[in-house]
């Protein structure tokens, strides 16, 4: 079965600091890779499809990266608004999610 | 404005059934898949099937396979989640997600949340 792991579980960051989520799924799935954000007691939301193609209203402090079975969801200046639980899923097939990253106040 | 609207939280007993239910408006019901995820408390996404609103073909993770059964009626726009027998463990908020075709989530319902206790 086809796994998809994040790293790192939990990040502490500040207002203004560069943070960077990584992915590894356990085989290729060539760009079928996407972001989202979820806060608490909230839906997720969709960041980022086809590794790095940024959703309509997603502010462009967000970039996605990477192919095959690495890649990467960083976030160039984090706001007060970011700080919440990031997933990456595979879409292809079976629809695999990341266990989750959570982007906490340091 | 597409919007999923799901039904509200329910409280069970073990061996109850339920279903629980996923609404859309604001664009075609039938050109995109439907899909159930399961969060359980303070963890993280699972998916766990889809359907095919427009001919009710579903998939299901081998990890809900059998244990949950997802339906549709399309003249309502309205998609389903079933339980025949409910365990402790089914506790969970369970999300509804439109899925276009080879591609990802991009409009969630707001959640329902399950609760099975005794």
């Known amino acids: 079965d086809l796994q998809m792991t994040q790293s790192p579980s939990t990040l502490s960051a500040s207002v203004g600091d560069r943070v960077t989520i990584t992915c590894r799924a356990s085989?290729?799935?060539?760009?079928?890779l996407a972001w989202y954000q979820q806060k608490p007691g909230k839906a997720p939301k969709l960041l980022i499809s086809d590794v790095s193609s940024l959703e309509s209203g997603v502010p462009s402090r967000f970039s996605g990266s990477g192919s095959g079975t690495d890649f990467t969801l960083t976030i160039s200046s984090l706001q007060p608004d970011d700080f919440a639980t990031y997933y990456c899923?595979?879409?292809?097939?079976?629809?695999?999610f990341g266990q989750g990253t959570k982007v906490e106040m340091k | 404005e597409v919007q999923l609207v799901q039904s509200g939280a329910e409280v069970k007993k073990p061996g109850e059934s339920l279903r629980i239910s996923c609404q859309g408006s604001g664009d075609s019901f039938t050109s995109y898949w439907i899909t159930w995820v399961r969060q359980m408390p303070g963890k993280g996404l699972e998916w766990m099937g889809r359907i095919n609103p427009s001919d009710s073909y579903t998939n299901y993770s081998p990890s809900f396979h059998g244990h949950v059964s997802i339906s549709v009626d399309k003249s309502i726009s309205t998609a389903y989640l079933q339980w025949s027998s409910l365990q402790a463990s089914d506790t969970a908020m369970y999300f509804c997600a439109r899925q276009p075709i080879g591609e990802p989530f991009d409009y969630w319902g707001q959640g329902t949340l399950v609760t099975v206790s005794s």
């Open positions: 899923q595979h879409y292809n097939t079976y629809w695999t």
């Open positions: 085989q290729s799935i060539s760009s079928w």
